[in-house]
C-alpha cells in the first residue's frame, strides 16, 4: 500500500471528489460523472477510492458479468497522484472483491495508443486475448451524407428476421468453429464489456427480441435508450458481410435508432466492409488474468 493511502468502498459523498479530477481525462472528457451513481446502486459492481485524508485521489470498479467473469474498468488516478502504485493498490482490492463474488477470470478494455495503460496491466501479469474494432456510424436522420456506396445508402439484400432460441444451437456452433468465434476467443460485447458467449445467451436474446437471423449469418442487436442500435456479436462470412451489415443498418433505421454501434474481432475483412459501409472504426484490447 503506498504511504497514507486508503482504499476502501466508494461512498455516494466521494461523487464531487471524483468527477472534478476526471473531468477531462480524455480529449473528449470522461464518462464516470454519469455512470457513478448507477455503479454504486448495482448489486453486481464494486466502486473502490483510494483516499488521502478521506478524500478521493484515485478510482477502479468491477461487474461480475457472470457467475465466473469479473470485468474490469473506470480506472483514474487524480494527475497529482500518478505514478506511485495506486492504480494497483486499488486494483489489488477489487480483484479480491471479484475473487470473493466467484470470479475466476478478470479482464479489462484498452483502446489502441493507450500506452501508459497498456504498460501498466501488462506489468501486473495481464494477457492481451483479443483485439476488437468499434464500429460507429449515424443513421437515418442523424447521418448528414451516407458513406459508401457511391454516396447513396444501398438497402441490403438481406433482412434481418427476428431468430428463435431453437436456432441458438446452430448460430454457437458455427460462429465458435469459425474465424470469428476464434478471432474474438469465444467473447461478445456487453455495452464496453466483453464475456464468454454461451448458447443460452442466444436462447435468452431470442426471448428478449434481441438475436436476429440475417440470411446465413446471426446478430446479436437491441436498441437503447439513448436511439442507438447496440450489436455486440454476429456471425458470418466473408462474401456476405457487407449484406450483413447493410441489414444491421437498415434495423437501426427501422428501430428509430440515430446510430449504429457495432463490435467486430480485428480481422481484415470484417474491418474493410465496416469502413466501406462509412462505419468509423477504433482498436481495442481485451486483456485478461486469473483471479
Not at 460523472?33 to 485521489?57: G, K, S
Request: aromatic letters at 8%; charged letters at 25%.
Amino acid at each position: 500500500m503506498s504511504d497514507g493511502v486508503i482504499v476502501r468502498p466508494a461512498l455516494p459523498s466521494d461523487r464531487e471528489a471524483i468527477v472534478a479530477f476526471t473531468h477531462d481525462t480524455f480529449e473528449w472528457g470522461d464518462y464516470i460523472a454519469d455512470v457513478f451513481d448507477e455503479w454504486l446502486a448495482r448489486d453486481d459492481t464494486q466502486v473502490m477510492v483510494a483516499v488521502v485524508d478521506d478524500v478521493p485521489i484515485a478510482t477502479g470498479s468491477a461487474r461480475m458479468l457472470s457467475p465466473t467473469e469479473a470485468w474490469f474498468h473506470g480506472a483514474r488516478v487524480h494527475p497529482d497522484y500518478r505514478g506511485r502504485g495506486i492504480a494497483a493498490d486499488v486494483s489489488k482490492d477489487l480483484r479480491a472483491w471479484a475473487r470473493d463474488q466467484g470470479a475466476v477470470v478478470g479482464r479489462l478494455l484498452i483502446e489502441e495508443g493507450n500506452t501508459p495503460s497498456i504498460r501498466h496491466v501488462e506489468k501486473t501479469g495481464r494477457r492481451r486475448v483479443a483485439t476488437m474494432v468499434r464500429c460507429s456510424k449515424p443513421v437515418g436522420d442523424a447521418s448528414p451524407s451516407p458513406s459508401g456506396n457511391g454516396g447513396r445508402r444501398v438497402p441490403s439484400k438481406l433482412r434481418a428476421r427476428p431468430a428463435s432460441s431453437t436456432e441458438a444451437q446452430a448460430a454457437f456452433a458455427s460462429w465458435s468453429v469459425g474465424e470469428l468465434g476464434r478471432a474474438s476467443r469465444g467473447l461478445f460485447g456487453i455495452g464496453w464489456a466483453f464475456r464468454r458467449l454461451t448458447i443460452g445467451d442466444l436462447a435468452a436474446a431470442a426471448r428478449g427480441s434481441a438475436f436476429w437471423e440475417i440470411g446465413a449469418g446471426w446478430a446479436l442487436a437491441s436498441p437503447t435508450q439513448e436511439a442507438r442500435l447496440e450489436v455486440g456479436w454476429i456471425e458470418t462470412r466473408s462474401e456476405d458481410a457487407d449484406d450483413l451489415l447493410r441489414s444491421l443498418i437498415d434495423l437501426a433505421i427501422g428501430s428509430g435508432s440515430e446510430s449504429i454501434i457495432l463490435w467486430v474481432p480485428e480481422i481484415e475483412w470484417t474491418v474493410r466492409a465496416a469502413r466501406r459501409l462509412g462505419f468509423e472504426t477504433a482498436k481495442m484490447h481485451v486483456y485478461a488474468s486469473a483471479l
